[in-house]
Each structure stands twice: as C-alpha cells, then as structure tokens.
T-cell receptor, first 114, second 115 residues
Framework: LAKTTQPISMDSYEGQEVNITCSHN???????ITWYQQFPSQGPRFIIQ???TKVTNEVASLFIPADRKSSTLSLPRVSLSDTAVYYC???????????????FGKGTKLSVIP | DAEITQSPRHKITETGRQVTLACHQTWNHNNMFWYRQDLGHGLRLIHYSYGVQDTNKGEVSDGYSVSRSNTEDLPLTLESAASSQTSVYFCASSESTNAVGGEQFFGPGTRLTVL
C-alpha cells in the first residue's frame, strides 16, 4: 500500500505561486497521481492527474520527477478563494485478487493571506 | 444536470444499530467508491465497485458492507454501528475504464454520529 506524505499546512500571499509536494516513496509502476481540493463541508474536487513528467491544465500544473517518488502541485497566482485543503491521491496499481489500492495523503491546508 | 447525491446528510444512531447510507449518481458511471474522513487521517477507502454485482474491499472495510444491484446506487451498510465509526462519509464515482484512474466526482458527504 503506497504511503503518501504531505506538509500539514502552508501559508501564501495572494498573487504568489504555491507549490505543494507529496512524497510517495513506494509508488507502484501502474499508479496514477491525482490531486484534489476540498473546501469545508464539501466533498473533494478534482484538480489534476498525471503519471509522469509534467501535466498542465487551466488551473494547475503537476510535476512528477523520473523516479516518481514525489509529485508537486503548482498553483499559479493564488487568490483568497484558493484557501482549502489539498490532497494527493496515489493509486491504480493492481494488488491481486481483483483489488486495487487508493491512498490519499492526509492533506495540506493552504491559507492564502491578503 | 448529472449529479451524485448522498442521504441522509446527517445521522445520529446508537451503538449496535444497523445503519445504511445511500449514494446515488446520475452520470451512469461504472466506478463507485465509499470513503470515510477523520481528523488526522484524511480520506480512507472503505469499499469500491467497478460495475453491477462487483464489490471490493478497501483499506478500512471491517464493519462495513456494500452491494451494487444497479449502476446508479452503492449503499453503504454498517452492520452494527460502533463509536469508532463516527465520521464523515463520502461517496464518489468515476467513468474511467482504467480501474481507478481518472477524475472522481464526490458527493456532499454524510456526517454520522454513533452514540
């Protein structure tokens, strides 16, 4: 079972770029890396997903080094509305007997300061 | 609009009672998941299903069961509720054909308190 580690919290000023790193040392060959955003009293919301190298969409970038033992979510020019908890999710590798593993990190609470 | 709903949104029950939490999605997604979220633990996978009649155990499945009789619904049953099962429960669905890859859409959550 892949174990993920994220910083508990981060602070950033509005307009800055924020990078949140997730460590997943025992990631399996077929595992994907996915990031979610969660606001209080809501379910998580998908941000971005990748397997290797760099992925970019309209809201974020995901950097994955060649060894895939970590990943970095990059949020450009954050605003107050980006204050939320961010989770990395590692999973997808077949673990036998018809089962797959999904492991969420414990989340990083991002606070954006005016 | 397609959506995923959970009911009830809040539930208080007593130790030993059977409790069923409902999850319904209208996207026609094959994959459905149940998670619990506790302070300090993040989200942990309870059970998941990749289609009708398919169910699989997740990381914290003890004391929980699911059944998938149609595409839209995956009810979660606590056979005999325990105080340790007090938590917020999230249901999710995805359409990915690549097992657990792809975007998961989460419901609004059910806050369960076991007294």
């Amino acid at each position: 079972l892949a174990k993920t580690t994220q910083p508990i919290s981060m602070d950033s000023y509005e307009g800055q770029e924020v990078n949140i790193t997730c460590s997943h040392n025992n990631i399996a060959t077929n595992d994907y890396i996915t990031w979610y955003q969660q606001f209080p009293s809501q379910g998580p919301r998908f941000i971005i997903q990748g397997y290797k190298t760099k992925v970019t969409n309209e809201v974020a970038s995901l950097f994955i080094p060649a060894d895939r033992k970590s990943s970095t979510l990059s949020l450009p020019r954050v605003s107050l509305s980006d204050t939320a908890v961010y989770y990395c999710l590692v999973g997808g590798a077949y673990s036998g007997a018809g089962s797959y593993q999904l492991t969420f990190g414990k989340g990083t609470k991002l606070s954006v300061i005016p | 609009d397609a959506e995923i709903t959970q009911s009830p949104r809040h539930k208080i029950t007593e130790t030993g009672r059977q409790v069923t939490l409902a999850c319904h999605q209208t996207w026609n997604h094959n994959n459905m998941f149940w998670y619990r979220q506790d302070l300090g633990h993040g989200l942990r996978l309870i059970h998941y299903s990749y289609g009708v009649q398919d169910t699989n155990k997740g990381e914290v499945s003890d004391g929980y069961s699911v059944s998938r009789s149609n595409t839209e619904d995956l009810p979660l049953t606590l056979e005999s509720a325990a105080s340790s099962q007090t938590s917020v429960y999230f249901c999710a669905s995805s359409e990915s054909t690549n097992a657990v890859g792809g975007e998961q859409f989460f419901g609004p959550g059910t806050r369960l308190t076991v007294l």
